[in-house]
């Protein structure tokens, strides 16, 4: 389990690449996005691993690094706050000694009205066999939902005990959610959430939406009824889920992977034969009533996929792919490439809104 969501990492499959690049537009995003940057996470090797602010508008070509993140440390997903002052984001930190990875898993927030760049420890990073990750802040600020993921005495998978957290950032009170839920998004109303859930022992998906407290859970897309779900957001008015959808296996050997992820793969004492150990398989985004009904496709790209979100009220939808990252209505258009090269995990609009 734990491989699969962190690995989706530096997958830039060959197979792949002619297929999604081909129908790329180079038109300039809608005239009201001119000035919104996306924030997302290079996931190239130090030193071009680490936090970049990009321009919507792709005819700018505009790249500012934030922060570039030292040799043998690892940022995986971020959040932003809805009012732009602050982001959270997933960080192991470099190695100290004989301390390994999960065991330096870290929560950490960014004051983005700061003059400079200066992450502090949120939560973890301290707790032996424990990695946090996927945060995804509420509307007003207050809670960032979660994912633990720690050391479990099952015999196949030693990481496999999963929980979807919810952190008070006024309190500091940590709260157990979901067990065995991941990639949580939330509301714009801030009353719901959404996740994808996992079946422990066929790691098959299903997307799910519930209250922000983990009641009144429903299932909006069955379990094992695509070979992989992933990357739920919320439309802007809150009606729909998309999410990122694989109707096939089609993940390269792990001997194929490079980069980051096959680091992880190593470290990581899960066999190749389970299934969805982690997302580097072609995707296509898909939309779901959140008041139920049938999932209908929305692209045909055959990417892989990582975080989607969307720009406030006029629907324009960022994502990051491990070949770019790209704008689109979901309209059925060509999506705008803001980058048609790199590996790229996680994104943020700063405004836009």
Known sequence: MMIRVSARAALACAVLIA??????????PPRDLADARLLSISLAAAPDHGVVSLAADASAGDEQWLYRAPAGSEIRQLTVAR?????????????????????????????????????????GGDTPGEYLL?????????????????????????YSDVTLRRLDLRTG?????????????????????AFVGVQPLSQQRGLFVANVDGSKLEMLVPVGKFFDVDAPAFTPDGKHLVFAVAEEDTRVPAGQRGGLSSLLWRLLPIGEAQAHNDHDVASDWWRVPVAGGEPERLTEQAQIMSYGAFAGGDGTFAYATTNGIYLTDLSGEAPVAVRSEGVWMSVAWLGGR
């Open 19 to 28: 297929a999604v690049l081909s129908g790329c537009a180079k038109a300039p």
């Open 83 to 123: 009012d732009e002052s602050f982001l959270i984001y997933s960080y192991v930190p470099p190695p100290a000694g004989d301390a390994r990875l999960f065991d330096r898993s870290a929560l950490y927030r960014v004051d983005l009205t700061a003059p400079e760049w200066s992450a502090q420890p949120l939560l």
């Open 134 to 158: 996927e945060p995804a802040l509420s509307p007003d600020g207050r809670y960032c939902y979660h994912v633990r993921v720690a050391a479990s005495d099952d015999a196949i998978n030693a």
């Open 173 to 193: 009170e940590v709260q157990d959610i979901i067990a065995n839920g991941i990639w949580p998004t939330v509301s714009p109303d801030g009353r719901k959430i």
